[in-house]
């Protein structure tokens, strides 16, 4: 659908390669530059408006049809925010069994390999054995296969339990203490732009902050 008629955006696509031929050294230069540059704002804002209606009217029909989705979708969530919650609350609960299953396992193959080292050094010491020959049979390590739960319940097909990690940071001035310290890298923090955008706004060339300065920007507007 054209918005604008074919001769404006001919003119409009046009202005690019005008722009370029247009060389300012003087002052010659300079007020050709400004009267061109007042055009293409004129035309800008004349293809703005033409745009305005359409944009508006897509922007409300963007709108609805979000709405209209958002309003099937959030019970869905809400159903599968629920699901989840209770899913893992079952999963730490039974992960917490097999932990002390596997607790409970390892200190029984413990006491079973303290068994075994007592009954290897009393059978050497009855075969004639010195001190030192029974001592060593006591001490000597063995390998000990790791012994490890299994789960309580089966994990059903579709469904992922990955753990995600993130940090937190709890104090700043320690953060930025070790950084300053060669501790850790820069990367790891990063300025308040928009702040200090602000303050500079305001304060402008008196602008103290260490490691910041201000800097100005000439900004050319057509009228």
Same mark, same amino acid.
């Given at each position: 659908?054209?918005?604008?008629?074919?001769?404006?955006?001919?003119?409009?696509?046009?202005?690019?390669?005008?722009?370029?031929?247009?060389?300012?050294?003087?002052?010659?230069?300079?007020?050709?530059?400004?009267?061109?540059?007042?055009?293409?704002?004129?035309?800008?804002?004349?293809?703005?408006?033409?745009?305005?209606?359409?944009?508006?009217?897509?922007?409300?029909?963007?709108?609805?049809?979000?709405?209209?989705?958002?309003?099937?979708?959030?019970?869905?969530?809400?159903?599968?925010?629920?699901?989840?919650?209770?899913?893992?609350?079952?999963?730490?609960?039974?992960?917490?069994?097999?932990?002390?299953?596997? %607790?409970?396992?390892? +200190?029984?193959? #413990?006491?079973?390999?303290? @068994? =075994?080292?007592? $009954? /290897?050094?009393?059978? !050497?010491e009855?075969?004639?054995?010195?001190?030192?020959?029974?001592?060593?049979?006591?001490?000597?390590?063995?390998?000990?296969?790791?012994?490890?739960?299994?789960p309580?319940?089966?994990?059903?097909?579709?469904?992922?339990?990955?753990?995600t990690?993130?940090?937190?940071?709890?104090?700043?001035? %320690?953060?930025?203490? +070790?950084?300053a #310290?060669?501790?850790?890298? @820069? =990367?790891?923090? $990063? /300025?308040?732009?928009? !702040?200090?955008?602000?303050?500079?706004?305001?304060?402008?060339?008196?602008?103290?902050?260490?490691?910041?300065?201000?800097?100005?920007?000439?900004?050319v507007?057509?009228?």
């Amino acid at each position: 659908m054209e918005v604008i008629e074919a001769d404006k955006a001919s003119l409009a696509l046009s202005w690019p390669e005008k722009a370029k031929g247009i060389i300012v050294v003087d002052q010659a230069g300079y007020d050709v530059a400004v009267e061109v540059g007042r055009g293409v704002v004129a035309l800008r804002k004349e293809i703005e408006t033409q745009f305005a209606e359409p944009k508006k009217k897509a922007n409300e029909a963007h709108k609805a049809i979000t709405a209209m989705e958002k309003r099937y979708l959030d019970p869905l969530v809400e159903a599968e925010s629920i699901l989840k919650a209770s899913i893992r609350t079952f999963t730490a609960a039974q992960e917490r069994i097999r932990l002390e299953n596997e %607790q409970r396992l390892r +200190a029984e193959q #413990a006491r079973m390999d303290e @068994e =075994a080292r007592i $009954a /290897a050094a009393i059978e !050497a010491e009855q075969a004639g054995a010195s001190e030192a020959e029974v001592q060593a049979v006591i001490e000597e390590p063995t390998f000990v296969a790791p012994v490890i739960a299994a789960p309580t319940f089966s994990k059903a097909v579709g469904t992922s339990n990955p753990v995600t990690w993130s940090a937190e940071v709890f104090d700043m001035k %320690q953060l930025c203490s +070790a950084i300053a #310290a060669g501790r850790q890298p @820069e =990367a790891l923090v $990063a /300025a308040n732009q928009p !702040a200090l955008n602000k303050m500079a706004v305001a304060l402008k060339s008196a602008l103290s902050i260490p490691g910041v300065k201000a800097v100005s920007t000439t900004v050319v507007r057509f009228r």
